[in-house]
Structure formats: C-alpha cells, structure tokens
C-alpha cells in the first residue's frame, strides 16, 4: 500500500516540482533514496535532480493500521498547520520552517522540503559520549539559536493573552501526580512536588502570552546548521496555547536526558541556560516555569516508556529510573529561589 502511496507521489513530483524550483532549470528525474519507519508513520526521503542542481524532499506517510480516514485527517491536520506556519514565515521572515510541495492528504500524506542539519538530541548524545566533541561550545550555540528561534516564532503567531488560573494548574498537576503513583511515585514525593509548587505560584500572574503552540517542541524535532535552526514537526501543533508550554516542554525534555548515567548535569543546565536567555525569559516568570517544567516531566513518567506488556522487567527498570530522576528533578526546580531555572 505504502509503495503505491509513493508512486502516486513520485509521479506528481514529474509534473510538479519545476514550479517550486524554477532557478534550478529543467526537472531530469525524481529518486526515492530512502525511508525511516515511525511509530504511526514512515518518512519517505526523495530527491528531485534538476539540470542545474538538487532539492532534496521529505514525504510523511501516515500508517493506515486504523484505517484509511485517520490517516488522511492526520495528514490534512499537519498541512494545514504547515500551510500556516509557512505563510508566518514568509510574512514574519521566520527562517527554518519547511515549504509544504502540494497537498497529498488525500494520500494520507504530507510532503514538504527537507530541512537539512542534526538533530539537537544527536548532538546532546555526541557531546555526553565523545570527550571533545563540544570543544567549540558548539551546544550553547545551538540552545541560543533555538531559544531565538520560538521566541520569533511565538512572536509571529501570538494572540491576545490568556487569563492564569493558579488553582487550575494546581489540579492538574496534583492530577498528574495522582496517575504517577500508579508508575511508584511516593506520597512523599507527591507532597513536596506540590508544597513546591504552591510555593512557586503564590505571587498569581493575572495574564499569560499565547500564540501558536507546537506542543512538540523537543531537541529530537530541532535541526542545527550552519545556518541556524528549523523545525520538522507541525503535525501536534493547536493555534491557540499558553507560549510558555513550548518553553516547559522543551526544557523538560532536556532535563529528562539525564536519567541516561552517560548524559551529566553540566550538559544539560548549559543547554537550558543558553536557550531561556534567547527566549527571554523574566525572573518573575522562572518560577511559573518551573511548575510548568515538572508538569511535564511528570506526565513523561505517568505514560511510560510506551513498552509492550511482555516487557515487565524494562518496565519496572524504566519506572525505577525515572522515580529517581523526578524526585531529584523536584528537589532542584522547586526547592530553589526563582533567579533559577534550570
């Protein structure tokens, strides 16, 4: 089904493509060079050679295990939120955001340009494994360039603020905190994680920034290169949220690359530092952050590892390790002052 999905697509590209890329001369062959299975979808790698150089395509397309219809809303889902996003880029100059090549939903389908460069988490992992590999300080640069990078695109697609209801992030943290017990999270742990937290909001903001949320901002989806940053992954993204959800989500992430033993603290507080510095964040917004930060750390914990029944000895060493992991996390991000984040 798939390889009929990609003829479909390749045959378009014959016809098509010249347009999107009329500097590069007369369109001489379209190559499928390669794919990456994903969990709801494979990622299908294509290369369009002109006469006077190459583009070099991504097509996403959604797995249709559940049938045919969920595939296509997913992928009229992320097109749309593609289209979006590319036009903001246009208007606002937001660099790093992939061009949608034609509307393939009905294939279930999305295909866009590739953006080149590695992914964040790759070189997180290269620096935490290979002595010299951060010589250059090579990862703060890309955590500023990041922070840079969601500011602009939080700026360009921001709303009227939404009001801030304390209490209600309260209750869902509390909630969260109810369905890690079920994964071995203590009573203990439960108690100072919301004393902390109680303590970081007892000044209410009354309003928060909103904007486009991507609600999938991780160092896995940010590419770096020469050129800065870009961003492959729309497919979660909502046109309204609290900005700052980005901003937890990103910085929970990157907290959570500690529970590898090989991945140290100094790495990842680096990283954090650089990337809110970019982003901008106030002393008076750090410690809301941190609420939000642990929310999400915790909901990582409350999902899982995402293994198979069977897998009951990785699932109670995966349980293990980030018990640990968040009980350190919540001594460090809610038992100190608000002048720190990280």
Known sequence: MTENVMDQ??????????????????????RVVGHTPKTDHFIYDIVLNFGDGNARVAAKVYRNKSGAELARNKAQQEFLNLVTVHKVSQKKKLIGVPRPLGDFTELGTVVAEKLSGLPLQSMIMKAALLPGFNAGNGLAEAARHTGTWLRSFHRATANMPSPFDAEQLLAELEQVCTQCRKEGLEESDVRSIMTGARNALHRNKKTMAASAVLNDFTPLNVLVSDGGVGISEFARMSQHGASFQDVATFLATIEALEKYPFCNRSITSSIQKNFLEAYGVSASDQALLRVLKMKALLAMFANGRGLKESAARKKVMWATVMKRFIQQAAHRSLTQPAAHVA
Do not use: M
């Open 9 to 30: 697509i390749v045959a378009e590209l014959r016809v098509s493509a010249a347009k999107f890329y009329p500097q590069h001369g007369e369109l001489r062959n379209v």
